[in-house]
């Protein structure tokens, strides 16, 4: 099915380890973006690439590094992990969806949890 | 600078009866406006959008939403709620000037918990 695919679907990290969420989308979409998901603060915008060859600072860009590895392709990673990167990523495209529609696509999530 | 609010952390409801699911945003200028919805241990599902004209929109498994631009709300609402309805709704926006970038900022959602 087309759509958005992040692995790992869940991780424990030790403090200080690293690591990277690998996301894909087969939509061909110009636009991708990395969220993360904590109780009662919806989601927040950690990084987003607008295009292939371009990323940006979102709302939350602390403690992570983002690669647009190619228009399908974009990952995240976490250099050094803490506590506080305890969370649920998320990535998405958004594109075109079909018709004359646009829209963005989700994935269905890393949990990740730093101990 | 720009913002989305759900003013209820939970909503809870008795099936069969009608529910609404409040949003309103902070934004300049003309806001595209969305509502998703997560199933426990799900991503996000789109729901529905206003990005213009008519300010009632329908979207998907019976919702709706009324876009209120004076009172800068865009609630959710279902005439007759089911017990498959119980989950975590989100309204997002897209933040303006993003027309390339496409960013939502999301409001930080609200359970919505319909009882048999």
């Known amino acids: 099915n087309a759509g958005v695919t992040q692995t790992p679907k869940f991780q424990v990290l030790k403090t200080g380890q690293s690591m990277t969420l690998q996301c894909a989308q087969d939509?061909?979409?110009?636009?991708m973006y990395w969220y993360r998901q904590d109780p009662g603060m919806g989601l927040r915008l950690i990084y987003y690439?607008?295009?292939?060859?371009?990323?940006d600072k979102g709302e939350v860009p602390n403690g992570y590094n983002v690669s647009r590895l190619n228009k399908r392709e974009f990952s995240l990673r976490l250099e050094s992990a803490a506590p506080s990167q305890t969370s649920v990523y998320f990535c998405?495209?958004?594109?075109?969806?079909?018709?004359?529609?646009?829209?963005?696509?989700f994935g269905s999530g890393t949990r990740l949890t730093v101990v | 600078a720009q913002s989305v609010a759900q003013p209820e952390d939970q909503v809870n409801v008795a099936e069969g009866n009608p529910l609404t699911v409040k949003c309103t945003y902070s934004?300049?200028?003309?806001?595209?406006l969305f509502w998703y919805v997560q199933y426990p241990n799900r991503g996000l599902q789109f729901l529905l959008k206003?990005?213009?004209?008519?300010?009632l929109v329908k979207g998907s498994y019976g919702f709706e939403a009324e876009f209120n631009k004076s009172q800068t709300s865009f609630h959710l609402k279902k005439p007759s709620a089911l017990v498959s309805d119980s989950a975590l709704y989100f309204c997002?926006?897209?933040?303006?000037?993003?027309?390339?970038?496409?960013?939502?900022?999301f409001g930080q959602g609200t359970t919505l918990q319909v009882k048999p």
């Open positions: 998405a495209s958004y594109g075109w969806t079909g018709g004359s529609n646009y829209g963005y696509t």
């Open positions: 939509m061909n979409h110009n636009s």
């Open positions: 690439s607008a295009s292939e060859g371009t990323t």
């Open positions: 934004v300049s200028g003309n806001p595209y």
């Open positions: 206003y990005i213009t004209g008519d300010n």
């Open positions: 997002a926006v897209r933040a303006p000037g993003s027309s390339n970038t496409g960013k939502l900022i």
